[in-house]
């Protein structure tokens, strides 16, 4: 019974192609958001959903779209992929904001 | 703005030994505050939280952390440390009134034998 899923796990692309990487949680929770984790380690969120509406929208280039079909679903759609996207995307959701977030296992991409 | 601090970005202890972890937050009010581990090639778990009430908190594998207002801390704590504890910490920070944590950059945990 995985809470947060995310596929595929691992994700190998060129230069220029568009990819999708898609998430799923079976926990209830309401918010769902995705992070970047660079090769420093370091967690960066990109987007988050509430109920199928975007409440978080960082700074990220606009060939990122993230899209909610339903609150049990966020997928990640990115555009015109470059060398400097490579990095493992995480998924996470949560119901109450402190209770802390469950994240998926995560998206291994490298652009080559 | 909130942020999060880990001064040690790698820590190498003794199967064992008692470890303690690093973490600095700035905020204005009480914030949420979480530890999360990461073992290689998996995603994050979390390991305590604290919102409010008792300033220790117990989390799982036998950690613990403790809120520290007046020095704006919340180090993770393990008494005796066990090889598999051999990951990747996290500590994160939100406010009540928002919608996400943020993150500091991580402590690395080698566990010698």
């Known amino acids: 019974d995985t809470a947060v899923s995310q596929t595929p796990k691992y994700l190998v692309t060129q230069m220029g192609n568009d990819k999708s990487i898609k998430c799923e949680q079976n926990?209830?929770?309401?918010?769902m958001y995705w992070y970047k984790q660079d090769s420093k380690k370091f967690l960066k969120i990109m987007f988050s959903y509430n109920n199928k509406e975007l409440i978080i929208n960082e700074t990220v280039p606009n060939r990122f779209s993230p899209k909610s079909p339903d609150k049990a679903h966020l997928n990640l759609h990115i555009n015109s992929l470059e060398l400097g996207d490579s990095a493992v995307y995480f998924c996470?959701?949560?119901?109450?904001?402190?209770?802390?977030?469950?994240f998926g296992s995560g998206t291994r991409l490298t652009v080559v | 703005a909130q942020s999060v601090t880990q001064p040690d970005i790698h820590i190498t202890v003794s199967e064992g030994a008692s470890l303690e972890l690093r973490c600095n937050y700035s905020?204005?009010?009480?914030?949420?505050l979480f530890w999360y581990v990461q073992s290689p090639g998996q995603g994050l778990q979390l390991l305590l939280k604290y919102f409010s009430g008792d300033t220790l908190v117990q989390g799982i594998k036998g950690f613990e952390a403790e809120f520290k207002r007046s020095q704006s801390s919340f180090n993770l704590r393990k008494p005796s440390v066990h090889w598999s504890d051999a990951a990747e910490y996290f500590c994160?920070?939100?406010?009540?009134?928002?919608?996400?944590?943020?993150f500091g950059t991580g402590t690395s945990l080698t566990v010698i034998p």
């Open positions: 994160a920070v939100g406010a009540s009134t928002g919608n996400q944590f943020y």
């Open positions: 905020y204005g009010a009480t914030p949420y």
């Open positions: 926990l209830g929770h309401d918010t």
């Open positions: 996470a959701s949560s119901q109450l904001h402190r209770a802390g977030y469950t």
